[in-house]
């Protein structure tokens, strides 16, 4: 199965990010599953394919050509797909993956996650959906959709349609369940 990987393109995080998004991607490899990301050589897309990749894993990258530029890009894809936009770079993600990760990110990640929680919740999509809560980084976010729950600006059972999870076994147990049940 092709896993999805959201995440933080930064080279500033501390140790424990990178640490644990690499153990995922050694996981993913070592059961067979593979990696398709966007393509970034360095944080937590970085760590995922480096750990896909350790395990002779298969590793598609999805990038828009204006981040074609020495360093940006990893080196180790078994494909990589190049696009003219980052719409179209999304588009790609979801359509040539199974489940989606998100690792810890910023506002590109964010976009990333609530663009494939809204397509979930609206039936668009089927699909297992992780947020990797290494560290807690995660914990704030599921207090403000709680809260948007609470106020009633969303239903409840949309809390429903992802996980918070931070063990990479219990990760990769759920999507394999999820996508045995379908």
């Given at each position: 199965m092709n896993i999805c990987v959201y995440g933080a393109a930064s080279a500033r995080l501390e140790e424990i990010y990178y640490k644990k998004t690499q153990e995922l991607g050694a996981l993913m490899g070592k059961q067979g599953h593979g990696l398709v990301f966007g393509g970034g050589a360095t944080g937590m897309m970085g760590a995922?394919?480096?750990?896909?990749?350790s395990?002779?894993?298969?590793?598609?990258?999805?990038a828009?050509?204006?981040?074609?530029?020495?360093?940006?890009l990893y080196?180790?894809?078994t494909e990589f797909i190049f696009t003219e936009t980052m719409r179209e770079r999304k588009q790609l993600l979801e359509e040539r993956s199974d489940a989606t990760i998100v690792a810890p990110g910023g506002i590109g990640t964010y976009e990333e996650f609530?663009?494939?929680l809204t397509l979930k919740s609206l039936g668009r999509i089927d699909r297992p959906v992780v947020l990797f809560?290494?560290?807690?980084?995660?914990?704030?976010?599921k207090a403000l959709l709680e809260h948007t729950?609470?106020?009633?600006?969303?239903?409840?059972?949309?809390?429903?349609?992802?996980?918070?999870?931070?063990?990479?076994?219990?990760?990769?147990?759920?999507?394999?369940?999820?996508?045995?049940?379908k």
């Amino acid at each position: 199965m092709n896993i999805c990987v959201y995440g933080a393109a930064s080279a500033r995080l501390e140790e424990i990010y990178y640490k644990k998004t690499q153990e995922l991607g050694a996981l993913m490899g070592k059961q067979g599953h593979g990696l398709v990301f966007g393509g970034g050589a360095t944080g937590m897309m970085g760590a995922a394919a480096r750990g896909v990749h350790s395990e002779n894993g298969y590793i598609l990258g999805i990038a828009p050509r204006f981040f074609d530029q020495p360093g940006v890009l990893y080196e180790h894809c078994t494909e990589f797909i190049f696009t003219e936009t980052m719409r179209e770079r999304k588009q790609l993600l979801e359509e040539r993956s199974d489940a989606t990760i998100v690792a810890p990110g910023g506002i590109g990640t964010y976009e990333e996650f609530f663009e494939i929680l809204t397509l979930k919740s609206l039936g668009r999509i089927d699909r297992p959906v992780v947020l990797f809560n290494i560290n807690g980084y995660y914990d704030g976010m599921k207090a403000l959709l709680e809260h948007t729950a609470d106020e009633k600006f969303m239903d409840r059972e949309i809390l429903d349609l992802c996980r918070f999870m931070e063990d990479p076994v219990e990760i990769l147990d759920y999507i394999e369940e999820y996508k045995k049940e379908k």
